[in-house]
């Protein structure tokens, strides 16, 4: 079954785009590229985002960022499909209006609204517009709730970015809030990268509703001890055995010390019988004859 639909109509090889979209100063220059693309796909097309990725070049976990930030500004729905036996893959629609901030005023008169003029499956989509039955459609200015802010990303490498996208896709994950999540990310900025990718890793494997528990800072402290006991035994050893050069130099030096040692003795000796002859010379006249 197919898992993508597009409100667009194509006119053959050209692909109409939303004005609105356009202009969107709030969306990036890579997710309003992200719409395009997808819009220039065929209705009935199968959206899977590992081949996706590598048609418009970009990583996995870089390609849902952006898709995450076109269902945040409305221009994309995403949405399990719902079958006999349950929910199966998910399915993504492409708006042709931006449902979470277009004026429903504009788009419906409060005298005049009739199906003919506002489709009420298309309206109710809108969460400025409250559909009361069939024929009255009665439409409510909400008070609009300002943004959440972003994510404080501790780390931005792909490994990070595509373990901690998969973290947040978990069932006991998808309800946290913003808030929640936050406070998680700040944990996990206490260590290093690899070893919080390795925690949120173990809590995909188990099922846990968190990542940084009690004991987690005991266990850093031997994660860093092994990787440093790692780097030790794979650096080359100075102590022990000396090598064949190291032996020689020693050898060399020994030698040196040995000859020094002799050469000041046979000086003492030399000098010791000088003065023996001088003294027997003295004591026996020589010196004077």
Same mark, same amino acid.
């Given at each position: 079954?197919?898992?993508?639909?597009?409100?667009?109509?194509? @006119?053959?090889?050209?692909?109409?785009?939303?004005?609105?979209?356009?202009?969107?100063?709030?969306? &990036?220059?890579?997710?309003?590229? /992200? %719409?395009? %693309?997808?819009?220039? #796909?065929?209705?009935?097309? *199968?959206?899977?985002?590992?081949?996706?990725?590598?048609?418009?070049?970009?990583? /996995?976990?870089?390609?849902?960022?952006?898709?995450? *930030?076109?269902? $945040?500004?409305?221009?994309?729905? !995403?949405?399990?499909? #719902?079958?006999?036996?349950?929910?199966?893959?998910?399915?993504?629609?492409?708006?042709?209006?931006?449902? #979470?901030?277009? $004026?429903?005023?504009?788009?419906? $008169?409060?005298?005049?609204?009739?199906?003919?003029?506002?489709?009420?499956?298309? !309206?109710?989509?809108?969460?400025?517009?409250?559909?009361?039955?069939?024929?009255?459609?009665?439409?409510?200015?909400?008070?609009?709730?300002?943004?959440?802010?972003?994510?404080?990303?501790?780390?931005?490498?792909?490994?990070? @970015?595509?373990?901690?996208?998969?973290?947040?896709?978990?069932?006991?994950?998808?309800?946290?809030?913003?808030?929640?999540?936050?406070?998680?990310?700040?944990? @996990?900025?206490?260590?290093?990268?690899?070893?919080? !990718?390795?925690?949120?890793?173990?809590?995909?494997?188990?099922?846990?509703?968190? /990542?940084?528990?009690?004991?987690?800072?005991?266990?850093?402290?031997?994660?860093?001890?092994?990787?440093?006991?790692?780097?030790?035994?794979?650096?080359?050893?100075?102590?022990?055995?000396?090598?064949?050069?190291? &032996?020689?130099?020693?050898?060399?030096?020994? /030698?040196?010390?040995?000859?020094?040692?002799?050469?000041?003795?046979?000086?003492?000796?030399?000098?010791?019988?000088? *003065?023996?002859?001088?003294?027997? #010379?003295?004591?026996?006249?020589?010196?004077?004859?």
């Amino acid at each position: 079954m197919s898992n993508f639909k597009s409100e667009l109509k194509g @006119l053959n090889r050209f692909q109409p785009i939303p004005r609105d979209l356009i202009q969107d100063c709030d969306l &990036s220059a890579q997710a309003r590229f /992200v %719409y395009a %693309y997808m819009a220039a #796909k065929p209705e009935g097309w *199968e959206f899977w985002q590992e081949v996706m990725s590598k048609e418009v070049g970009m990583s /996995v976990a870089t390609l849902r960022k952006y898709l995450y *930030e076109l269902r $945040d500004a409305g221009w994309l729905e !995403i949405c399990g499909q #719902k079958h006999e036996r349950g929910f199966g893959a998910t399915q993504y629609i492409l708006k042709a209006l931006c449902y #979470k901030n277009c $004026d429903t005023q504009n788009l419906c $008169d409060t005298k005049n609204a009739t199906h003919n003029f506002c489709d009420t499956q298309k !309206i109710a989509h809108i969460d400025n517009i409250d559909i009361q039955d069939n024929t009255d459609i009665s439409i409510k200015k909400k008070k609009g709730k300002p943004a959440p802010p972003p994510l404080n990303l501790p780390f931005s490498s792909d490994k990070f @970015l595509e373990t901690w996208a998969a973290l947040c896709e978990e069932k006991n994950w998808k309800g946290k809030t913003q808030k929640a999540l936050q406070l998680t990310l700040n944990k @996990l900025a206490r260590y290093e990268e690899a070893f919080a !990718i390795e925690l949120m890793e173990k809590t995909i494997e188990n099922g846990w509703k968190g /990542v940084v528990f009690g004991d987690t800072d005991a266990k850093y402290q031997e994660w860093l001890s092994a990787r440093q006991q790692k780097k030790d035994n794979a650096a080359p050893r100075t102590c022990g055995r000396p090598t064949q050069a190291f &032996s020689l130099a020693q050898d060399n030096s020994r /030698v040196g010390d040995m000859y020094k040692e002799l050469q000041r003795k046979r000086e003492e000796e030399e000098r010791r019988l000088r *003065e023996e002859v001088e003294r027997y #010379k003295r004591e026996h006249g020589y010196l004077n004859g």
